[in-house]
């Protein structure tokens, strides 16, 4: 990973020219500028005449150092804009000592392209005046003054890494509406904040603060657009206060997100915000997140979903003259007041393409349980982190964030506190600990006890909500732009060469006798020129007709002892019938035996004259053109056995399976597809000889051992089971799996030191792969690894990735049948959560390790999203739903994880459950994502809906941004009949960016579900999606029934040929073709598919009834009636 240097790098501020000044004194002025930034000056320019034209080259160039480690960091850059004052320098009057001056207007710059990657950029800024300036009349040219600013650093401040992995987080408060009726305008000041905390820096966290919120009594509604502001005291021009190009434009409340979206919610908020008091802050803050950052601020909104934004209100404290260093003790100082707090739920910014929401929340009393309770945090941001807040809060300042002690100290010793800034945010040595890495302290004097607020009580009464803005400049979750998708759905139905028009009736009956007496004339001459070629070569020419004659009658005998003379008439025979039957159209008996010889010598006249037209015809090959056929490949066919499995007809699924073993014996990936079927249908023999059958056909292939050893447990033929797992170990001594199943073999003998033996060596194949994969990974990167670092982390794994303390292996206690283990993983899941308190050794990665990122537990990893290419790898349509591998930056795995992946994808499920065990109390595994995922899986294959759903609950709250999450619970939903639901989770698993494991079957239930919806364009769609993917039978008659339905004939019938090519016994394939053929009034071809519907024996009824009644409509296409 790129490392930000620690050298700082200077920003260099230029202001070149100004434009459209005057003066107090008239319109050519003397002025300069004097530039701040942070609280400091950091100069002022030469004093420069402005021209009559009121232009003003200053050519002033001030910097400033962004130094990250203990300076200006890219926080401060972010939320802190270059503060340009331009003062007017008044001549000096007799006995005057010093020039005086007055300030003229106060310019912003905002440095937020700097965190863009920029370099370098150039800006107009205008220039604000301040209250009494004679810049508030502008020059007869009718231009606001504004000033030519260019900003420079040597090189960009963001590395790649942070370009691509940073973010900028917004926050903006717009008001709090319908407060509380004791707040009142007159009386003793109130500063009125807002805070939360959010991830800025690691695991560090900072606040974010809104101060000096303006109390108005209502009457008018604000209005919109209005500019946004920063979140900085003391600047000069009232104009300044807005941020460029940056407003509140509102918008209406159903397209909101918060808790006051509903209709019957409008007339209070009309209410609220036109009549009732409301407090206005219109401020924006900044904060620049950081790749880890980000990644802990999308996890904690995954974890707790919702998040605490804390309101307040505290009296201000005006500063007496002459005492400004010195802090008045009062006893308003320590009271807060009006403790509330509102729940913005976050998880909108986990949807893919999210990066704003916006909307009212109700205002709630602080109760630490209540917050803790909803929140997970354990700490008030007022009360226990900034309490000092309150101590400081004086008139026209806004002061840092110091730790609770040196707040308590002060307030003792009297003493003035540290240096502060300006807008209320903490410098870099003063960063707010972590809230969830400290507890609350007892309640000072003057605070209400934590169990009651009957104040912040008085929020909920008058209904008090406030509205918030939170903006991202990326979304958490990208989402595929549109333009994509629509690329792909005009790439869907691929190219297939047209099929050749057979020729029927008499005039093929012509051509096939035609062909039969050449083929027949061919064999003849063939025969002749055997017997008699060498007689033919000598004599040439000088062959009389007895010669010929006697070849003739030696022929004729050779063909008739042979047999071929009577292999010719066969072959001439249907030829024959089918004249008879097309051309002279007789298919019934004869009445007569004249009439029957009168047809005879008609018909012998008749073949006799073909005969000589078909000898006489000169062709320039006599070879057959190819018809055009439609060939199913080997990965069609187990596409197509996939698909009946999952529908549960596995006697299709059969078929197909046999049919690639009868094309390709000699494959052993097909007999291992087959075995798999068989272990899904728990017909065990069947798998056993399918194993061993690709076994006998490559005796080294590593998958064909562990499977034969796993049906060898299954069958309880230990012996066996062992030289089969013991010789995969030797083969491969690399195989991660096959030590682990080799160690799961001696735990059921009860061989617990050779069990041990062989965990330890899975786990330390493991860890060698994993730290390959960093080497390869830091490479590709440019980035080394140190290597005494990662010779310290090798040394202090131990067996399963564990420490050396913990090298004692977890032995399960099950008995040795399959059936027997499938209770075990419910039986453990109390235990898991202890198991996981407990356990605090370091974690494998998969990823390139970074020693600023602390190492957790599996379930609370930090993710990523991968890219497609990445993604596409993991798919397999062998599986239901393959489990996929989790992304993220320090991706967790164990020797138990990698087995049951394996054992899902071949099927074998009545052995995954003993693995699960293993899994939930290894140290490094244990309740993950992909383990609930596995366990639903399992459960749904069962029937058992209920606990599936149990345990995609405990999946999605993991990992909410799985794909396969929401694609399992579409499945479960879809299963169990709730179709309303399944529709929701199937829509959320394709506007992800990565694909779900197996998208085959969701977008075949998806498009099923838009036909009975009646959704025909988004079914449509849908379909021709899956057909660009994996076309088969099924994805071509979705999309034919949903053109059909559009009314889109053509289209309908080129989907549903599609789909009758690559399976002409689905009887619903033929329905469509009867429905689209009555349509289009085309009786031969509706008959034709009406007959095979039949035959295949359609079993939707209203299919059939609306087929019976539009025959009867167009009144044909039914030939028994």
């Given at each position: ?150 900003l420079l650093v040597a090189e960009p401040l963001l590395t790649t890494a942070q370009i691509s992995g940073g973010n900028l987080l917004k926050v903006t408060l ?257 960063v707010a600990p972590s809230i969830k890495s400290q507890s609350s302290d007892t309640p000072l004097e003057g605070e209400p006890p934590l169990s009651h607020n ?668």
């Amino acid at each position: 990973m790129e490392q930000v240097p620690s050298a700082g790098r200077l920003v260099q501020i230029t202001v070149t020219e100004g434009y459209d000044l005057k003066g107090f004194k008239g319109d050519t002025p003397v002025t300069f500028i004097r530039a701040e930034f942070n609280q400091v000056v950091l100069g002022d320019s030469a004093k420069i005449t402005v021209s009559p034209e009121g232009s003003a080259k200053y050519n002033f160039t001030s910097s400033f150092e962004f130094n990250p480690e203990g300076g200006i960091t890219l926080d401060d850059l972010a939320h802190k804009p270059v503060f340009l004052t331009v003062t007017e320098v008044l001549p000096k009057e007799k006995k005057q000592k010093e020039e005086k001056t007055l300030i003229l207007g106060q310019a912003v710059v905002d440095l937020l392209p700097l965190l863009e990657g920029q370099s370098s950029f150039q800006t107009t800024v205008p220039l604000h005046p301040v209250q009494g300036s004679p810049l508030e009349t502008p020059r007869s040219s009718a231009k606001q003054c504004s000033l030519e600013v260019k900003l420079l650093v040597a090189e960009p401040l963001l590395t790649t890494a942070q370009i691509s992995g940073g973010n900028l987080l917004k926050v903006t408060l717009e008001a709090a509406y319908s407060v509380p009726e004791s707040f009142i305008p007159t009386g003793p000041g109130q500063n009125y904040m807002v805070g939360l905390q959010v991830p800025s820096l690691g695991e560090k966290d900072y606040p974010i603060l809104f101060k000096n919120g303006t109390l108005k009594l209502g009457g008018e509604r604000e209005p919109v657009p209005r500019p946004k502001k920063w979140p900085i005291a003391n600047i000069l021009a009232p104009g300044a206060n807005n941020i460029p190009d940056a407003f509140i434009v509102g918008g209406p409340y159903e397209e909101e997100e918060g808790e006051l979206n509903h209709p019957e919610d409008s007339e209070f908020r009309n209410q609220a915000e036109c009549i009732k008091k409301r407090i206005i802050w219109d401020l924006e803050s900044r904060c620049y997140l950081d790749p880890s950052a980000v990644v802990s601020f999308q996890k904690r909104i995954a974890d707790c979903r919702l998040w605490p934004v804390e309101i307040t209100r505290v009296p201000l404290v005006t500063v007496p003259k002459g005492k400004a260093g010195k802090t008045e003790k009062t006893d308003e100082e320590a009271q807060l007041s009006f403790h509330g707090v509102a729940y913005v739920n976050m998880v909108p910014l986990l949807y893919p393409g999210v990066k704003r929401i916006r909307g009212a929340f109700h205002v709630y009393p602080y109760l630490d349980s209540v917050v803790h309770e909803k929140t997970k945090c354990l700490l008030s941001l007022f009360r226990d982190i900034g309490h000092h807040l309150i101590h400081n809060n004086k008139i026209g300042g806004i002061n840092s964030l110091l730790s609770k002690q040196a707040v308590s100290k002060n307030l003792k010793e009297d003493k003035p506190v540290k240096e502060k800034d300006i807008d209320g945010r903490p410098r870099p040595g003063d960063v707010a600990p972590s809230i969830k890495s400290q507890s609350s302290d007892t309640p000072l004097e003057g605070e209400p006890p934590l169990s009651h607020n009957p104040e912040g009580q008085q929020y909920v009464e008058a209904g008090t909500y406030i509205v918030l803005e939170i903006q991202l400049d990326k979304a958490l979750v990208p989402k595929r732009m549109p333009e994509e998708l629509a690329r792909r759905v005009k790439e869907m139905i691929p190219p297939r060469p047209p099929l050749t028009r057979r020729t029927g009736g008499a005039q093929k009956a012509m051509s096939d006798y035609h062909i039969q007496i050449k083929n027949i004339s061919r064999a003849i001459l063939d025969e002749y020129y055997r017997m008699f070629g060498k007689q033919v070569a000598k004599l040439e020419s000088d062959m009389d007709s007895e010669t010929l004659e006697e070849q003739k009658c030696q022929l004729s005998y050779e063909l008739n002892c042979s047999g071929k003379y009577f292999a010719f008439k066969e072959q001439l025979k249907h030829a024959v019938v089918k004249i008879v039957r097309d051309k002279y159209l007789k298919t019934t008996s004869f009445e007569s035996r004249e009439e029957l010889q009168t047809f005879i010598s008609e018909l012998y006249v008749f073949l006799v004259d073909q005969m000589h037209v078909a000898l006489n015809q000169t062709m320039p090959d006599d070879v057959q053109g190819t018809v055009a056929t439609i060939y199913t490949s080997s990965e069609q066919l187990q596409l197509f056995a996939f698909e009946a499995e999952v529908n549960e007809n596995y006697e299709m699924a059969a078929a197909y399976y046999k049919e690639r073993l009868v094309r390709e014996p000699q494959n052993l990936d097909h007999w291992l597809d087959y075995g798999a079927f068989c272990l899904l249908t728990e017909d065990n023999i069947k798998a056993q000889e399918c194993f061993r059958k690709a076994l006998s056909l490559n005796q080294s292939h590593i998958h064909s051992l562990l499977l034969c050893g796993v049906l060898a447990v299954l069958l309880e033929n230990y012996e066996q089971a062992e030289i089969f797992f013991e010789d995969a170990t030797c083969l491969e001594p690399t195989n991660v799996v096959a030590w682990t199943l080799l160690g799961l073999y001696y735990e059921i003998q009860n061989n617990d030191i050779r069990m041990e033996m062989a965990f330890h060596e899975a786990s330390k194949q493991l860890q060698a792969r994993m730290l390959q994969a960093q080497v390869t990974k830091q490479k590709s990167t440019g980035v080394v690894e140190d290597t005494e670092e990662r010779g310290k982390r090798e040394s202090s794994l131990g067996p399963w990735g564990i420490t050396n303390g913990s090298a004692t292996a977890i032995k399960v206690e099950a008995p040795a049948g399959p059936g027997t283990a499938l209770s075990i993983p419910d039986k453990f899941l109390e235990e898991s959560s202890k198991l996981q308190s407990d356990s605090q050794e370091p974690i494998l990665t998969t990823q390139t390790w970074d020693p600023s990122i602390s190492q957790k537990p599996s379930n609370t990893f930090i993710k990523e999203i991968p890219t497609k290419k990445e993604a596409s790898k993991c798919q397999d349509s062998s599986a239901l739903l393959h489990p996929g591998l989790h992304y993220g930056v320090s991706q967790t795995t164990t020797i138990f994880m990698e087995t049951i992946r394996f054992l899902m994808k071949v099927k074998a499920v009545q052995y995954v459950h003993r693995v699960l065990a293993h899994e939930l109390l290894c140290p490094q595994g244990g309740p993950s994502c992909e383990y609930y995922l596995v366990l639903a899986q399992t459960h749904i294959l069962k029937k058992d809906f209920a606990k599936a759903k149990e345990y995609l609950q405990q999946a999605a709250q993991m990992d909410y941004l799985n794909p396969n999450v929401w694609g399992l619970k579409g499945h479960l939903y879809f299963l169990s009949g709730n179709h309303s639901e399944a529709k929701a989770c199937y829509e959320r698993t394709i506007s992800f960016v990565v694909d779900a494991s197996e998208m085959h079957f969701i977008f075949l239930r998806l498009g099923l579900i838009y036909l009975e919806e009646k959704e025909y364009e988004k079914a449509k769609k849908t379909y021709m999606q899956a057909c660009k993917r994996s076309p088969s039978c099924l994805t071509w008659l979705g999309l034919g029934i949903a053109c059909y339905r559009l009314e889109e004939l053509t289209e309908a019938e080129d989907a549903l040929s599609e789909a009758n090519a690559l399976n002409n016994y689905n009887a619903e394939v033929w329905a469509y073709l009867a429905l689209v053929c009555l349509k289009v009034g085309r009786q031969l071809e509706a008959e034709q598919a009406y007959k095979y519907m039949i035959k295949l024996k359609l079993k939707d009824e209203a299919l059939l009834a609306e087929i019976h009644t539009l025959q009867e409509t167009v009144g044909f296409g039914n030939p028994s009636f």
